[in-house]
């Protein structure tokens, strides 16, 4: 216990500085409770008290409450959570984990550690597409063998990881090789070329419904946007394929109110072989699909940006 030495020539006692990292709302509220608790020492101890003598009471109690008795048993050594890669590990695994996966993992970890006080290891790391299914080993007990993935399975036994990452790759415009450059330059993992047409195959059919609803959605919104009912002004793009002679080109129409889509035509060289007249083609059929849909056009502003 910390005492205040009073000598004859009045020099301060020894003392050392903590630190304690916070703006002025923090040291207001960490000076208050320091202050209730120097209080109520001061008054059941009946003596001056100073601030080693309340963190010592203060830590006393914690470690008192947390571990039985007073120093009996150690505290746990938690390691740090800032680490530093060393040379040797720059190439070491990486994957894509999900957040509740982690959980899973520190739920194994606690459960281990509640019957066996040796440490799981990684003893094998496969690759699943973007996800690591690890074999992790006890250092003590052979027996205590678990496999971990970095990702939960959807309903078709299927990884949400890998699912995720197929929709960000076909909603990117990313073509396969930049998805495989891009990967294998980061090292976390490759989705098989087979594995990702099973997906697209899906999420085609889905990817068109949400077109059709979201076209739907935005020519609603758009004729709403205007006080007249008696038609709406639509902006039109094209983006071609390539600069010159392209193979194909996408004309896309978008409300002048909203700037949704209200609609997109593809135009390829099997409908006509003369790339210079795609826009115009697909144009026409944006008119006809609009007039279908019951939905008159007042006019029409061609805006054109060739990338
Ligand atoms: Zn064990």
Not at 5 to 12: A, H, V
Not at 123 to 129: D, H, S, V, Y
Not at 204 to 212: F, I, L, M
Not at 255 to 284: F, I, N, P, W
Request: proline share 3%; net charge positive; charged share 30%.
């Amino acid at each position: 216990m910390a005492t205040e030495k009073q000598d004859s020539s009045r020099k301060r006692p020894p003392n050392f500085r903590i630190e304690i990292p916070g703006d002025e709302t923090v040291k207001s509220r960490v000076l208050e409770k320091l202050q209730r608790v120097k209080s109520y020492l001061t008054s059941t101890l009946n003596k001056p008290v100073n601030n080693s003598l309340i963190i010592e009471e203060l830590l006393d109690f914690w470690i008192k409450q947390q571990l039985g008795s007073d120093n009996t048993k150690e505290l746990h050594p938690f390691p740090s959570t800032y680490s530093q890669t060393r040379r040797q590990d720059v190439d070491q695994g990486l994957f894509v984990t999900a957040e509740k996966s982690l959980d899973t993992y520190g739920e194994l970890f606690e459960a281990h550690t509640s019957i066996c006080n040796g440490k799981l290891k990684v003893l094998k790391r496969t690759m699943k597409g973007h996800v690591a299914s690890v074999r992790l080993m006890c250092t003590k007990e052979k027996s205590h063998s678990y496999l971990w993935s970095s990702s939960s399975y959807l309903p078709n036994d299927e990884f949400l990881v890998n699912h995720r990452i197929c929709h960000a790759f076909y909603s990117s415009g990313l073509l396969p090789v930049h998805y495989t450059r891009f990967v294998n330059g980061a090292g976390i993992g490759c989705i098989t070329k087979d594995r990702r047409s099973k997906f697209f195959r899906k999420y085609k059919e889905h990817a068109e419904n949400e077109s059709v609803q979201s076209v739907h959605n935005a020519i609603n919104d758009e004729i709403s946007s205007y006080d007249d009912l008696d038609g709406i002004n639509i902006m039109t793009d094209a983006r071609h394929g390539w600069r010159k002679n392209a193979e194909d080109t996408t004309v896309v129409a978008l409300g002048e109110k909203t700037h949704k889509v209200m609609d997109c035509e593809h135009v390829t060289k099997s409908q006509d072989k003369v790339a210079q007249r795609h826009e115009r083609l697909g144009t026409q059929k944006i008119y006809e699909n609009l007039e279908n849909k019951m939905c008159p056009l007042k006019f029409m502003h061609m805006i054109e940006i060739w990338l």
